[in-house]
């Protein structure tokens, strides 16, 4: 079975830009989670979605969306970029809410200059 | 405030001993507790969950400890070996209904050299 994927990998963007990020869970997974991983901070909640709705919101401003499709795969959003945006995002994906373990997909880098 | 420590930013072992990490926590009331393990450029993988009311888990060379009164957990692995290098993530979970919100400690990075 494939594992969770992101694309891109990497994405250099500048300050004041939008991006969006792309997350495919595994297969038959239905939860799928953000997380923001910078050094300082380290490993953070950003949001989960289970059957196209919001479930969970962590600490972050509006600036940070995200939306879940019907085939479970997820997008988050970021506009008016920052530079303390820059981070490695993080998508995880479990079988439904409340299923404890998560499945981490490698992530995508995202520099802004 | 809540906090979520790890004993040390980096651990140093030689091969064969046993790694023991630490995770303490304040103010927060877990339900479970998970580990996970970190490669460089990598997202984080999953190795052991513990429940609030569960002493000690083991999978293999792992093995896992829950003190909910000195709110610490410990995770140990054994006859450790160079691929076992890699950061260790702990994460508590608070929740005991439906909603599952991990809370990650910032890791430690545990270097096994030969």
């Known amino acids: 079975k494939a594992g969770v994927t992101q694309t891109p990998r990497y994405l250099i963007k500048t300050r004041g830009q939008q991006v969006t990020l792309s997350c495919s869970p595994i297969?038959?997974?239905?939860?799928v989670s953000w997380y923001q991983q910078t050094p300082g901070q380290g490993l953070q909640f950003l949001f989960e979605y289970f059957s196209e709705t919001q479930r969970n919101k962590g600490n972050f401003p509006g600036r940070f969306s995200g939306r879940q499709f019907s085939n479970s795969r997820s997008e988050m959003n970021v506009s008016t970029l920052e530079l303390g945006d820059s981070a490695l995002y993080l998508c995880a994906s479990s079988l439904a809410v409340g299923a404890r373990t998560q499945y981490f997909g490698p992530g995508t880098r995202l520099t802004v200059l | 405030s809540q906090k979520i420590e790890q004993n040390s930013e980096a651990l140093n072992i030689q091969e064969g001993k046993t790694a023991t990490l630490t995770c303490n926590y304040t103010n927060y009331s877990p339900a479970y507790l998970q580990w996970y393990r970190q490669d460089p450029g990598r997202g984080p993988v999953f190795l052991l969950l513990?429940?609030?009311?569960?002493k000690e888990k083991r999978k293999e060379r792992l093995k896992v400890t829950f003190d909910t009164t000195l709110k610490q957990s410990l995770f140990h692995i054994t006859a450790s070996q160079p691929a076992d290098s890699a950061t260790y993530l702990c994460a508590l979970d608070e929740d005991t209904g439906a909603n599952s919100k991990l809370t990650f400690g910032k890791g430690i990075t545990l270097s096994v050299r030969p």
């Open positions: 297969s038959g997974h239905r939860s």
């Open positions: 513990i429940r609030e009311n569960e």
